[in-house]
């Protein structure tokens, strides 16, 4: 659980399943955190996929978009991994809801498959890109 405040067009994420040395999105998987309204405002000729939305699992399944509060004001967020499901609740409402023992990994390129999806542990961290975006009363309890 945390919460976190995003500038206009701000871009993070929580890095799971990540080996100490690893990179977020690619050796381990990462749940998006970005103002993707702002995003798209400041990049109209390469919007954000499917995939890159807020809430999204990096790279492979998109959230329901609409749920984050105005930039400048705090969001909560809880992700919830249970082996290979998982949760994402944005503001009280659920936007991320998947087993990733049921992606059907045909219909994606191998070489950007994040290796996340076989690994069952690693490091959760923050997948920074330079944006100020805010985090307080970040919480991690083991299920």
């Not at 690893?22 to 995939?51: C, M, T, W």
């Not at 509060?69 to 082996?83: A, F, K, L, S």
């Not at 609740?89 to 191998?110: E, Q, Y």
């Amino acid at each position: 659980r945390t919460e976190f405040i995003l500038p206009k067009g701000g871009n993070n994420g929580i890095a799971l399943r990540t080996p100490a040395n690893g990179r977020p999105a690619q050796d381990g998987f990462e749940i998006q955190v970005i103002d993707s309204d702002g995003y798209n405002a400041a990049h109209a000729k390469s919007p954000l996929k499917e995939y890159q939305y807020h809430g999204s699992l990096y790279n492979l399944i998109g959230a329901k978009h609409g749920y984050l509060r105005p930039v400048g004001t705090w969001n909560y967020e809880e992700i919830e991994v249970r082996g290979n499901h998982i949760t994402v609740t944005l503001n009280g409402t659920k936007i991320l809801d998947v087993d990733t023992d049921k992606i059907d990994r045909s219909k994606f390129n191998p070489k950007t498959l994040p290796k996340g999806l076989d690994r069952t542990s690693g490091f959760i961290g923050f997948a920074g890109h330079n944006d100020p975006v805010g985090f307080r009363s970040f919480k991690v309890k083991r299920l």
